[in-house]
């Protein structure tokens, strides 16, 4: 990416034009960065400068798929931010926090397993957090996580393969065997 | 194929990355090969739980935030760019908490989402305005007047700059076709609103309820004869932390 100096000030056009583009993408932002930061409030100021470092990158922007695209400066602002502050957001918050959304014809137990996928997704490192987010949550193929993880695509398939090995052990501790019937590995 | 072969396409098949071809062979040699039947099981189990995950779609402050941010883009000239700019992290630098005091008669129950959504869409109005109050004091000898021939009631003023919540000011806002008066607070970068009325003489005071909805920060109590509703993009600890300075403000005063 060009630095933010050489980049040339949008106009009104390139606003329109963004806008257009990127902003039907901003719910995806936000879940990703949601998932990156495990908070929500700091969740909307990451998206929130995602979407300004996004517009002044918009000039490099070729017509590629939007929504990896912004993914990837979600994903790069994030890094940024957190080599500012130096420290990821301690997990006690997040396991705190009610269950998500309204699941009004879901049983308790369906929002009890809901809440401990969130709560095991939330325990894993990074580097597997963000692969599986973007594979099963964002449901990118391998070559446009390749691009958003900027990591060659053998990578992205042996980190994938392991942060699903990681996930499957997360849940077992958090769920009974018998009720979310994983098989053993 | 052999096990560590087929092992390592697990992955790449459930992801649905292999070509017809290596799919087909992966599936003959699955026939023979438990353990890797029992990968491919987990896999697709795990996928089946991310994808069965509630999407939390983008507050609507963030969406407002990001069209204010547009709007000044597009519209600025490059002169006007530097202080529009300037402005908004002076702005986003200050957390404003708006206290709302509100109407006579309001109870407790009975309150739903409407009025959930009608709190936050007073706080928007806060956090959006240019002038995000009506009068500009941290002086609540100042901004206590003011209300004064404005409401039917006479709301509590309390500066809480001394426990981190600066007050930044009152307004009057309209909420559910009653007259409320909004006091602003400012918080690090965030802004709080929170509405207050009358609870009446005898009402027993309450814990507040500090609760997420949206993104925001939601506190709901009843302390020294007063219904208070705070909103605010702060922590919901940052939120109870402030119904604490302000319950403590009100006891000092009686």
Known sequence: MARMSEAPTPDSGTVERFRA????????????????????????????????RALRYFHAFRGEEARPWLLRIVRNTWVDQRARTGTDQPLEVVENQPADGPDPEQSALAGDRRRQVAAAL????????????????????????????DLPIGTVMSRLARARERMAAELRGRLGRREHGLPDL | ???????????????????????????????????????LDTARQ?????????????????????????????????????????RWMAMAA?????????????TLTGRGTSDTDALVASYLRVAMAEHPVDIASSDHHTVKPWYAGRLSYSPPVHDLTS????????????????????????????????????AGPAAPNTEPVVKEHDGFSMAEWRHGGFEWRAVSDVSPAEMQSFTTALNRAVDTDH
């Not at chain 1, 932002?29 to 300004?52: N, S």
């Open chain 2, 1 to 39: 194929m052999d096990c560590p072969t087929c092992e390592a396409m697990v992955d790449a098949y459930v992801d649905g990355e292999l070509t017809a071809t290596e799919s087909a062979d992966f599936e003959r040699a699955l026939t023979v090969c438990p353990e890797c039947r029992k990968r």
């Open chain 2, 163 to 198: 426990t981190g919540f600066p007050l930044l000011g009152g307004r009057l806002d309209v909420i559910d076709g009653r007259k409320v008066a909004v006091l602003v607070y400012r918080r690090n970068q965030h802004k709080l609103a929170l509405s207050l009325w009358p």
């Open chain 1, 21 to 52: 583009l990127m902003l039907p993408h901003l719910d995806a932002a936000y879940g990703f960065a949601r998932w990156l930061t495990r908070d929500p409030v700091t969740a909307q100021d990451l998206a929130q400068e995602a979407m300004l």
């Open chain 2, 46 to 86: 795990i996928g089946g739980l991310l994808r069965d995950l509630p999407a939390e779609p983008a507050p609507d402050l963030l969406r407002a935030r990001i069209e204010r941010e547009l709007r000044g883009i597009a519209g600025r000239t490059p002169v006007a760019r530097r202080s529009e700019r300037m």
């Open chain 2, 94 to 106: 200050s957390l404003i908490v708006a206290v709302g005091i509100g109407w006579a008669g309001g």
């Open chain 1, 122 to 149: 939330a325990a894993l490192p990074a580097d597997m957090r963000e692969i599986l987010v973007l594979r099963e949550i964002q449901d990118l193929p391998y070559k446009q996580i390749a691009a958003v993880l």
